[in-house]
């Protein structure tokens, strides 16, 4: 039994006359009577009874009809569901982020600008580290992720810049620099660092490690936090400080207050989008150009 045959039946049944309904269906009668009986032989059941001037459906026939109808329809669904889903109107994305990525408005932005366009594509989000992330993609647990480094090795999976962001220091309340407006690398020289474990923040541990020896000292690292914002409890108990993009100060913290970084040397940290470079998702592509066309 094809799909051609449930749309024989209806048209017939619909029609209440093989004539009419081969006209409706722009064929000879002589080949839809044989259809009909051969779909009868194949259910085991007269689904019509014929009269000199039309045909009635017999009780086995309205029974088919109403489940013809719905095979019918279901299959039509099928169809505009996967061109929709080829055009990149419905789906699933699932995005990973590293701790601090979602603090940047770009992510936000990105998220909330493609749900208006697709409203129909669902998302299921992960946090995690740079290489769990990467590696998420790699075996396809993931479609895309915001990461903070780049790649040492980036098999399969390309990684597009997005920005490069400002970074801010992180301090105790009370701590005696707390009363400057901003500082520089060099008035941190003497002080005790938390960062944020490497290899999972390997791209903002070695962007800080860099950008200390260019200022001329290589930092105390007194303490290391498996997550950026662990780093951030460390502070607040006055173990020492921290440097954080410039969008995670939006997150308050009891005992903790931020400064902008100013002077030379610079420092800044990538926000990048990685995802698979062989990706066919047609919804996930239209994510990476929407992210990538969005205002730093």
Request: hydrophobic fraction near 45%; charged fraction near 25%.
């Amino acid at each position: 039994m094809e799909l051609r045959h449930l749309r024989y039946f209806v048209a017939v049944a619909h029609e209440g006359h093989i004539t009419r309904a081969a006209e409706r269906l722009n064929m000879q009668q002589p080949p839809l009577s044989q259809q009909i009986r051969a779909l009868e032989r194949e259910v085991d059941a007269t689904l019509f009874v014929r009269h000199p001037r039309g045909v009635t459906l017999t009780d086995a026939g309205r029974s088919f009809l109403v489940d013809a109808e719905a095979i019918l329809a279901q299959a039509e669904q099928a169809k505009i569901r996967a061109r929709r889903t080829a055009r990149g109107e419905t789906g699933r994305i699932a995005i990973g982020f590293t701790t601090s990525a979602p603090f940047h408005p770009l992510v936000a932005r990105a998220i909330r600008e493609f749900r208006l366009k697709w409203p129909d594509v669902s998302f299921a989000l992960e946090e995690s580290s740079s290489g769990d992330l990467v590696s998420g993609l790699r075996d396809g647990r993931l479609d895309i992720a915001f990461i903070r480094s780049g790649l040492v090795e980036p098999q399969r999976v390309d990684v597009h810049a997005l920005l490069h962001e400002d970074t801010a220091v992180a301090l105790p309340a009370r701590h005696p620099l707390a009363r400057r407006a901003s500082l520089s690398l060099k008035e941190l020289a003497d002080e005790t660092f938390i960062l944020y474990r490497r290899p999972d923040g390997r791209g903002l541990y070695d962007v800080i490690i860099a950008a200390c020896s260019a200022a001329g000292f290589s930092p105390h690292v007194g303490q290391e936090a498996p997550r950026i914002v662990s780093t951030l409890n460390l502070v607040a108990a006055g173990l020492g400080i921290t440097i954080v993009p410039a969008s995670l100060s939006r997150l308050p913290l009891e005992g903790v207050v931020y400064r902008p970084l100013r002077g030379k040397p610079a420092l800044h940290v990538p926000l990048n989008l990685a995802c698979r470079r062989d990706e066919r998702s047609a919804a996930t592509l239209a994510f990476i150009e929407l992210a990538r066309g969005l205002p730093a």
